[in-house]
């Protein structure tokens, strides 16, 4: 797996090469995830989102060209965000895959790597926290995230709170398969 520099496409950074993607598609479909919205994933997401106070919460699998959302919560009065699917080189939870670590964006425009991206312009997105879904295989699944339209600083309690539902979603998804 490789998580050097992205390569630049005109003015917007593309999500790194993911090297795990056509393994981590046949773990999801053996697992029976990643193809059809669930409502324990939707409790979760709002869940995070309520703990965190932010207007967006998910449960995302990463597969090779495509996200999907299996647990999502937009905040009522809120911006309809997202549908449940994404293309992969939109947003952030593509990196954590990558990068197999949590990731917090306090104000995305802070970070030339990440202010191109498409969710900034398209969706009004400004900070994120994400932390991947490990599976006991060591294979990243996919995230759990939330997100706001407004700079925000997640500091230790929020890194803590996103990989620690991660953690425990894995459990239960293995539990169930």
């Known amino acids: ?11 917007l950074l593309v999500t790194p090469e993911d090297r795990e ?21 939707d409790r ?3 869940q995070l989102a309520e703990i965190t106070r932010t207007p967006y919460g998910m449960v995302n699998f990463v597969g090779e060209e495509r996200q999907f ?17 994404l293309p992969r080189d939109h947003g952030y939870c593509p990196h954590v895959v990558v990068r197999k ?10 970070y030339p790597r990440f202010a191109g ?8 997105v400004r900070s ?5 879904l490990v599976d006991s295989t060591g294979m990243v699944l996919g995230t759990v995230c939330v997100a706001d339209r407004t700079p925000r600083v997640w500091g230790t309690t929020g890194l803590e709170t996103v990989k620690a539902a991660a953690a425990e979603l894995v459990v239960r998804l293995e539990e169930r398969a």
Do not use: H, Q, T
């Not at 797996?1 to 003015?11: E, K, L």
């Not at 056509?22 to 193809?35: F, I, M, T, V, Y």
């Open 69 to 85: 959302f299996a647990g999502l919560y937009v905040a009522p009065g809120g911006k309809g965000l997202l549908g449940r699917e």
């Open 21 to 41: 993607a056509p393994a981590r598609a046949r773990r999801l479909s053996r697992l029976g995830l990643g193809e059809r919205a669930e409502p324990m994933l």
């Open 117 to 124: 991206n498409p969710v900034v312009d398209e969706y009004g």
């Open 101 to 110: 670590r949590a990731l917090a964006l306090g104000d995305v425009g802070d």
């Open 128 to 132: 994120y926290l994400g932390a991947p």
């Open 44 to 46: 979760l997401a709002r």
């Open 1 to 11: 797996m490789s998580y050097g520099p992205p390569r630049p496409v005109g003015r």
